[in-house]
């Protein structure tokens, strides 16, 4: 989003963290899409207090959920709270989080097939569009400041357009974001199956009980249609999601706690049992922490601990 924002002609700077921070200061964020590589210098911070916050400035945050407190708590001691905030993430709890801080906080629908796998690089893997970024404010609605943000996206090459009800789109995204952990776990050929299939009916199951509604199938379907088109970036097709890359990068943490663990609190609160999910979750969690392979666990292994057998996260 950085990079293609900067190429629209818009001012950006990007706060980053450890090698990835280091490689964009010494030789710029590269973007390597099917049709081009590019690449950019932007300013780039460590910290949010290395920015002079200016009152039309626009936060795009873009961290995983397990991040979203440390940054939104930097960010509040640097920038006051008419601040704009964008949450353009997975998971359904970063708004909440950031509209305890920020008045003006958006959420995003992310539809964005990315890699990112070697600091100072990203790949987008859809083109020419590189993703949808639908925006609306949370919890509901959809006014100018929002149709400045999906210009500037569209302006980016983004699909992007207002919607009133982001969060119910978020949460079919939810749904979907259910198989990363699938994926990680067990490898990016398990994600269809059955186990995918197990986490995604939890998933439904707890909306219902929930009362929280969500777009259907037949309309994500439709809004990707003509727009997301994945294409090998030199030779080579995307392989895993954002948590097998974080499996796959070694970096200690992963989203599943606010993707499987969202089903997971609301089966709890609603009295809905949740057990692929939370299984999922544990594993997940304790293979990012021990830092193991994505696909380390056989799919059939979960299975049968679903069944009643034991499991080991070593496979």
């Known amino acids: 989003m950085a990079a293609l924002l900067d190429r629209a002609g818009l001012e950006v700077a990007v706060i980053a963290r450890g090698a990835h921070l280091a490689a964009i200061r010494e030789r710029g964020l590269t973007l390597r899409t099917p049709d081009m590589e590019a690449t950019v210098r932007v300013p780039a911070a460590e910290h949010a207090s290395e920015i002079e916050w200016r009152e039309d400035d626009v936060v795009l945050l873009a961290v995983k959920s397990q991040d979203t407190e440390a940054a939104l708590r930097d960010l ?3 920038a006051a709270p008419s601040l704009t ?10 708004e909440r989080e950031a ?11 992310v539809i964005c097939p990315a890699t990112h796998l070697a600091p100072g690089v990203v790949e987008a893997d859809s083109s020419p569009c590189p993703g ?14 929002v149709e400045e943000v999906a210009a500037a996206l569209r302006a980016a090459t983004f699909a992007s357009q207002a919607v009133p009800d982001v969060m119910r789109w978020k949460y079919a995204k939810l749904l979907s974001n259910l198989g990363n952990a699938v994926e990680a776990v067990c490898g990016p050929q398990a994600e269809d199956g059955e186990l995918g299939a197990v986490v995604r009916r939890e998933g439904e199951a707890v909306l219902r009980a929930a009362g929280i509604a969500h777009a259907s199938t037949v309309e994500d379907a439709t809004r990707r249609a003509g727009r997301i088109t994945i294409r090998p970036i030199e030779g080579r097709r995307r392989i895993g999601g954002s948590s097998w890359q974080s499996l796959t ?8 706690d606010y993707l499987n663990g969202e089903v997971v609190l609301l089966g709890r609160l609603h009295g809905v ?6 299984l999922l979750q544990g594993i997940a969690n304790r293979m990012a922490r021990q ?8 799919e059939h292994e979960l299975l049968a601990a679903l069944r009643g057998a034991e499991v080991s996260p070593e496979g």
Do not use: H, K, Y
């Open 132 to 145: 949808i970024m639908d925006v609306g404010r949370f919890p509901d609605g959809a006014d100018g400041l």
């Open 76 to 78: 509040t001691a640097a």
């Open 291 to 298: 830092r193991l392979a994505p696909g380390s666990t056989g």
């Open 249 to 256: 990068r070694a970096a200690g943490s992963i989203e599943a």
């Open 85 to 94: 905030v964008v949450c353009a993430q997975n998971g359904v709890a970063n």
């Open 273 to 278: 049992p949740t057990p692929a999910n939370a």
């Open 99 to 109: 509209l305890r801080r920020f008045e003006n906080t958006l959420g995003v629908w």
